[in-house]
């Protein structure tokens, strides 16, 4: 599994393309993050012109430090890169890791987007890495995300309190949901369910 989670691996669905992200992309990330002005979102962490640099200082230090695979989303009809999501925090003695830091430009939300990443992703990470669980986190006060991660067919296993503390002094609860190698089989149906009645990426 650890030499697996070291690869630049390259994923594709019908619509898109998740690419290894490099500094190449830096310019075409924030222009998707410009879609909506995402860094907005007070209980996110979407860069934006300010804070571009450290994201990306941050995400390929993770990669180098081996606990990180972050991607760019590409459209494959457009050529354009419409956002980013990555596997995190990857514990391989146990076999776990987490996808996260996901975020899309607002023309490409409420669309099949997030479905086919997370069914490409997921895929790999049972089929491919043998993982045992993914986890997925997000704020609180984050409830768009956390119905997109129920939607996926995740549980919810609880909730951080006081977890981290935001730069404004401010501290941060985090809901905690995964899915289990022995639920995968299942919920891989329902994704592909999903899909097969919304093919279209771009609503």
């Given amino acids: 599994m650890a030499q697996l989670v070291f690869e630049n691996t390259t ?3 019908p619509s898109l393309i ?6 190449a992309h830096k310019s075409d990330l924030l222009k998707a993050a410009t879609d909506g002005e995402l860094w907005n979102l007070w209980f996110t962490n979407v860069p934006s012109e300010n804070t571009i640099d450290t994201y990306f200082e941050a995400a390929l230090e ?6 990180s695979l972050p991607f760019v989303v ?7 890169i419409i956002g980013t999501t990555r596997f995190c925090n990857a514990d391989l003695k146990n076999k776990r890791l987490e996808i996260g830091y996901t975020w899309y430009a607002k ?18 990470a049972f089929e491919t890495l043998q993982v045992i669980a993914v986890e997925f986190r997000t704020h609180w006060h984050n409830q768009v995300s956390r119905n997109a991660i129920l939607r996926l ?11 981290q503390q935001q730069a404004d002094g401010a501290y941060r609860d985090t809901v905690i949901f995964s899915i289990l190698n022995s639920e ?3 919920v891989k149906k329902g994704l592909i369910h999903k899909l097969s009645y919304n093919t279209n990426t771009h609503e």
């Fill in 62 to 67: 993770q990669r180098e430090a081996g606990t």
């Fill in 18 to 23: 998740l690419a290894p992200l490099t500094s």
């Fill in 107 to 124: 023309s490409y939300q409420r669309s099949s987007v997030n479905t086919e990443c997370k069914l490409a992703m997921l895929t790999y």
């Fill in 153 to 163: 067919g995740a549980k919810q296993d609880g909730v951080l309190r006081q977890h």
């Fill in 74 to 80: 590409q459209h494959k009809a457009t050529g354009e």
């Fill in 184 to 186: 995968w089989p299942t």
């Fill in 11 to 13: 994923l594709n669905t």
